[in-house]
């Protein structure tokens, strides 16, 4: 920022409640890999934002033209100071972020080239372990984003992702498919090889199984089981669960603590975690980025807020607010799941007639918090023992009903990393076992 336009900024910001200034670059290199066809591309872009909150109401200017900054600046605080009402509920920071955050290895070159190399490898090794097609997308972004507000803000952060998505297709009964999404923050040269190759092996055999799997017997569709969830879709159950704790969608004001569940289920938020997905430092209204228990042996002692919802509920904002070019939403960031003490082998051998579901196509969560979720694959389980793969429509949970109905949660933590509304997301969690779960 020159320093003709720093004076400038600092004298509109005088007429307003909050003004920041917001400069995001990103930078992605992305190759696919399908079928023998490979296809890279690369893009790279900056925009320049004026976000103003006055009265309650957000009054937020981008472009992509530097020379244009002037310009949208003084439309923003003008379009801010027509705006009526009463002074809009806003936490005000003690402490004002500064400095300069790199929270990852960087990408070079290097990265570029094993992700040409990697995207093939992965693709033969799903075809060599049976699979009649693949598709491997392997994408490497450099992020940079500096924050200027009229608190005395001055921040830098660089972030470097690595995402990738690898399926695999079977022909056999029917068409199979299936897939594993890696996503961290950090360099692809820094993962050893080996690790991506037995995301690949898991990814082949899902698959096989699906193109093998049979309907589940009609007499069976629609009866309440025991479901054992791989990481995967359990990750999905307490994505859809921390929906529920974002304070600006809550229906009702509830008084914290709140005994939200019988069992002893610990839900932590954590944007701390060196290489998780959905790290960062300081969030898009620059809060300093904080772990925080969001559920605590079934009891929520806190909820993600805003800038805006923290000060009406009278709390001190953790760094969840995201949207830089909209009106900034609550969100998580690398949700943990504490574990038990339970093997993944036990969940099943202590199962006498269940199912268990691995891989995921499709979750979502009704106003009336039932989760939906459609997985890959199913297993049916018979005394202890995977006996067949099977194809089932859905299953259906009712949040927090069934999380009180837990058996059995595992000890070993795996990541599911996503995208929610455009913004990097995860969740750690291990395999668990449910008891009366609607299968259909």
Not at 16 to 28: A, G
Not at 238 to 264: N, Q
Request: charged fraction near 30%.
């Amino acid at each position: 920022m020159s320093l003709w336009f720093k004076k400038k900024f600092f004298e509109k910001a005088h007429n307003v409640e909050y003004l920041d200034l917001i400069v995001y670059s990103i930078e992605e290199f992305q190759v696919g890999y399908r079928n023998g066809s490979v296809e890279a591309n690369e893009n790279k872009s900056t925009v320049y934002a004026v976000r103003a909150f006055n009265k309650g109401r957000w009054i937020i200017n981008s472009t992509y033209d530097l020379s244009k900054i002037d310009a949208i600046l003084n439309r923003t605080v003008e379009k801010a100071l027509r705006v009526e009402g009463k002074r809009g509920e806003w936490y005000k920071v003690p402490s004002p972020v500064r400095g300069k955050y790199v929270l990852s290895s960087k990408i070079d070159v290097e990265d570029r080239e094993k992700a040409l190399e990697l995207s093939e490898t992965l693709c033969g090794r799903i075809i060599d372990k049976g699979c009649s097609g693949c598709e491997v997308v392997v994408t490497l972004s450099k992020t940079y984003k500096q924050y200027v507000s009229s608190e005395n803000a001055e921040a830098e952060e660089e972030t470097n992702s690595t995402y990738i998505l690898i399926y695999g297709v079977s022909e056999a009964i029917g068409r199979g498919i299936a897939g594993e999404i890696i996503g961290y923050l950090g360099n692809l040269v820094s993962v050893d090889e080996s690790f991506f190759l037995k995301l690949a092996d898991r990814v082949a055999e899902r698959a096989k199984a699906c193109s093998k799997a049979k309907l589940l017997h009609p007499l069976k569709r629609g009866l309440k089981w025991d479901v054992v969830f791989d990481h995967t879709t359990s990750a999905a159950i307490f994505h859809e669960v921390a929906h529920m704790l974002e304070a600006d969608t809550v229906r009702a004001r509830i008084k914290l603590p709140y005994r939200f569940l019988k069992s002893k289920i610990t839900l932590i938020d954590d944007p701390t975690i060196p290489w998780g997905f959905g790290s960062y430092a300081f969030d898009d209204e620059g809060i300093i980025a904080k772990r925080k228990a969001l559920i605590e042996d079934g009891e929520i002692v806190n909820l993600v807020h805003t800038r805006e919802t923290a000060a009406k509920w009278n709390v001190e904002p953790l760094g969840n607010a995201r949207g830089l070019f909209h009106r900034p939403k609550a969100l998580v960031s690398n949700i943990v799941v504490k574990p038990s003490d339970w093997r993944f082998d036990e969940l099943i051998e202590e199962t006498r007639e269940g199912i268990y579901v691995e891989g995921l196509v499709k979750a979502e969560l009704s106003l009336n918090n039932i989760v939906t979720l459609i997985p890959e694959v199913a297993w049916i389980i018979e005394k202890g023992e995977l006996k067949e793969p099977v194809l089932i429509d859905h299953i259906k949970l009712q949040i927090p009903k069934h999380l009180n109905h837990i058996e059995g949660l595992g000890k070993e933590l795996k990541q599911r990393p996503a995208f929610e509304k455009g913004y990097r997301v995860s969740e750690y969690s291990p395999p668990m076992k449910i008891k009366g779960v609607l299968v259909s």
